[in-house]
């Protein structure tokens, strides 16, 4: 029926804003994680989003086409580390800094940071109002007739 | 004196209701998918596909060549369109989570109402058959 398959759909949204908020998580955490060389410096993380599909098993053949496949929930493709330049400091005061006197901040901004945390909270509760519509939907349907 | 007869007793209800929790799985995939990048919200007209649905049910019947075989109908998927952007995004989604979130809390309210005219509708022939 499709109001279960209305209960995967947005636990998967679930799964990938929660996803999304654990990757802002680790890039605030990080933020301030020095180091003394550019390879081995902290860099933010993003997750990449995608269009669940249908697994092709469960697929009516004669039905798959663009215009009629809606697709059953988000999945996190895969996370990828943000291209933005590091933030490289002259300390040389630092313990960490290099023999030139420069330390390497990860190319994290805070304030990007807090505003995917925003949109990924937001987003989870919007998954989680569709969840609970859905729950209460089909409870009802169990009440029929009686 | 005719049996009572389930298709003409609920009426257009049980599809209304099913056509309801179709649209439900679309919504529901548009607000899951609203950070997606480059995906489009889909939607259908409920109308269309309702009166669509009824006509197919009437017309799509199976040709029975033997009084034995069994009878059965042909379902069709719906006509999904297009959201059309109100203010398009950078990454090509055209997601408005407010607009989603109304249109799913509008239809989970049709949702409950179609349910209420089945429900009265089964009370109604419990209530005929118990003769009480």
């Known amino acids: 029926m499709s109001l279960t398959n209305v209960i995967n759909i947005s636990g998967s949204g679930m799964t990938a804003q929660s996803v999304r908020l654990n990757t802002t998580a680790s890039n605030l955490a990080n933020a301030e994680t020095v180091s003394s060389s ?3 410096t902290y860099r933010a993380r993003k997750p990449v ?3 669940l599909q249908d697994s092709l098993i469960n697929r009516d053949f004669s039905a798959v086409d663009l215009e009629t496949d809606v697709g059953s ?3 996190v493709a895969g996370i990828v580390e943000k291209d933005a330049p590091l933030d490289i400091r ?3 005061t630092h313990p960490m800094a290099d023999e030139n006197g420069y330390v390497y901040y990860p190319n994290v901004n805070v304030v990007e940071e ?3 945390m925003m949109s990924a909270s937001r987003s989870f509760a919007v998954n989680v109002e569709v969840f609970n519509t859905a729950k209460t939907m089909l409870q009802k349907t169990l009440t029929m007739g009686k | 004196m005719s049996a009572i007869s ?3 007793a609920l009426s257009i209800h049980p599809q209304a209701l099913l056509v309801r ?3 439900s799985e679309v919504l529901a995939n548009n607000l899951a998918n609203a950070d997606t990048p480059g995906f489009k919200a889909r939607d259908f007209d409920f109308q269309a596909v309702l009166n669509g649905e009824v006509e197919k049910q009437r017309s799509l019947e199976m040709n029975t060549t033997n009084n034995r075989h069994i009878g059965g109908r042909v379902q069709e998927d719906y006509d999904l369109q297009y959201r059309w952007p109100t203010q398009p995004s950078i990454d090509g989604n055209t997601v408005d989570d407010n607009v989603e979130n109304a249109e799913f809390t509008k239809n989970a309210m049709a949702f409950n109402a179609s349910f ?3 429900n009265r509708k089964f009370n109604g022939l419990t209530n005929a058959i118990r003769g009480e």
Do not use: H, S, W
Request: proline fraction near 4%; avoid cysteine.
């Open chain 1, 38 to 40: 550019i390879d081995t």
């Open chain 1, 49 to 51: 989003f995608q269009v």
């Open chain 1, 73 to 75: 929930g988000v999945k």
């Open chain 1, 90 to 92: 002259y300390e040389p």
């Open chain 1, 114 to 116: 807090m505003a995917d």
């Open chain 2, 6 to 8: 389930f298709q003409n």
């Open chain 2, 21 to 23: 929790a179709g649209r």
């Open chain 2, 116 to 118: 209420e005219f089945l």
